[in-house]
């Protein structure tokens, strides 16, 4: 092969490179907005996730908190100190990535055992109000207005003075 056939092949690519100059930049363009739409969306997911599995280990101790002997003179004194007990517990659990929680104990008759006495206690967390990683635009609507975990336990009415 002779050197007249080489420059006009050298000549094509680097016209041929020239014109694929911008392409970069416009497909960086187009796929970053997806690739970062994605990354806020693990990211935000799983900082819910940790919130939610923080209210539940929350709520859990502090149903367990319950079980914990309070001195009073009558049973539905004593399942108040112990429901007062529980949210006290609850809400010391809660890290401060959640700390405007609110827990609500719930003293009742158990459904599936009438001469039991059982305590529920629920924590909310208002995520509408105080999202824990900003919102984009449109992304709220798949997000959750609130975070909640209960948890029970069950007391027998003898057990408890």
């Known amino acids: 092969m002779n050197d007249s056939a080489r420059i006009p092949m050298r000549h094509s690519r680097h ?3 020239r014109r694929q100059h911008g392409a970069t930049a416009v497909e960086f363009a187009i796929v970053f907005p997806v690739f970062f739409t994605v990354m806020y969306a693990i990211i ?3 900082v819910i996730f940790v919130a939610q599995q923080n209210l ?6 502090g149903a367990r908190a319950a079980l914990n002997y309070q001195k009073a003179t009558t049973v539905a004194a004593a399942v108040g100190l112990r429901a007062a007990a529980a949210c006290t517990t609850a809400t010391n659990m809660i890290t401060g990535l959640i700390s405007t929680a609110t827990c609500t104990p719930t003293p009742t008759t158990c459904s599936f055992d009438a001469t039991m006495q059982c305590i529920a206690v629920k924590l909310t967390y208002n995520y509408a109000a105080n999202p824990l990683v900003p919102t984009l635009p449109f992304f709220g609507l798949v997000l959750p207005a609130t975070l909640t975990s209960t948890a029970t336990v069950q007391l027998n009415p003898v057990t408890l003075l």
Do not use: D, F, P
């Not at 539940?56 to 101790?61: F, H, K, N």
């Open 15 to 17: 016209v041929s490179r």
């Open 44 to 46: 935000t997911y799983s």
């Open 56 to 61: 539940t280990l929350a709520s859990e101790e």
